[in-house]
């Protein structure tokens, strides 16, 4: 494809820094580097400049505007009238779309909406990946609702949250493999309340496996509890994933959420019967 037909609005700091200083055998940029650059631009909302993008990976102009140019001419990313660089809409219309189609998603969204409009706090549906956990869907109540640091695609640590642990519990058994899971890592300390040695991990994986459900009780943000439980989308034996109702402190106890639980339990499990309640 000839830069003509690239389409791409390169300034003439641009041109230089990609025609005078790269050799023609330098001009395919590796796609490890494009891919780190895409990751490093989903960073900034509002922009970010060529220079800027450069030092945040780590590396020169020219490779840094060579990986730019790859993702405006596949429309994953775009420059707007600042001279700043932003993702595509065509790499959002992918991942939204993505995002709707999963069945995980669709067959979750009512059971979150259930109950956050009968609890009035936050709903969530999160799946494990390594020492983390990623939330796939959220759901705010209605009315009074409190932002939290949790976003649709972003990560907690799987140690330190109800989800977390509820997932953590059926894959590491005993203590060998919770000492296996932390490795040489120092857990980290959330608030004051998380476990943050692997014995004590242990001992919470072992109540949580008792109860058949887990919590956080502000173990992961101050002022925020939970409680979860595993939700079975894609088998009727091997969670997909857990769904937790994460609530005020203050306005919702813990205690609370414990009591509900054969209600919780029946609203995920979709046997419910809101006349009954």
Request: with cysteine; charged share 25%.
């Amino acid at each position: 494809m000839s830069a003509a037909e690239t389409h791409v609005d390169l300034s003439t700091e641009d041109r230089a820094n990609t025609d005078d200083h790269v050799s023609a055998d330098d001009r395919v940029v590796g796609s490890d580097r494009v891919l780190a650059v895409l990751v490093e631009l989903a960073k900034y909302p509002d922009g970010v400049s060529l220079d800027e993008m450069a030092r945040a990976v780590s590396s020169s102009k020219p490779t840094v505007h060579r990986a730019l140019a790859s993702l405006c001419r596949a429309r994953l990313a775009a420059k707007d009238g600042r001279g700043r660089y932003l993702l595509g809409d065509e790499f959002l219309r992918l991942a939204f779309a993505n995002h709707e189609l999963r069945p995980d998603h669709l067959r979750v969204q009512p059971i979150l909406d259930r109950l956050a409009e009968r609890y009035g706090e936050t709903a969530h549906y999160a799946v494990l990946d390594g020492e983390d956990i990623v939330y796939r869907s959220k759901v705010d109540p209605a009315i009074g609702a409190m932002r939290l640091t949790s976003t649709v695609g972003g990560r907690n640590p799987a140690h330190s949250t109800a989800v977390g642990k509820m997932l953590l519990c059926l894959t590491l058994p005993d203590l060998q493999a919770v000492e296996r899971w932390v490795g040489n890592r120092v857990l980290a300390r959330q608030t004051s309340r998380t476990a943050t040695t692997a014995l004590m991990l242990h001992e919470q994986l072992e109540t949580v496996r008792e109860r058949g459900y887990s919590v956080d009780d502000e173990e992961n943000e101050s002022g925020v509890n939970c409680l979860a439980l595993p939700i079975y989308l894609t088998s009727p034996t091997e969670p997909s994933g857990a769904v937790s109702i994460s609530a005020l402190a203050y306005r919702t106890p813990l205690t609370r959420l414990v009591d509900e639980l054969p209600v919780i339990r029946s609203i995920i499990e979709g046997t419910f019967d809101e006349h009954s309640s």
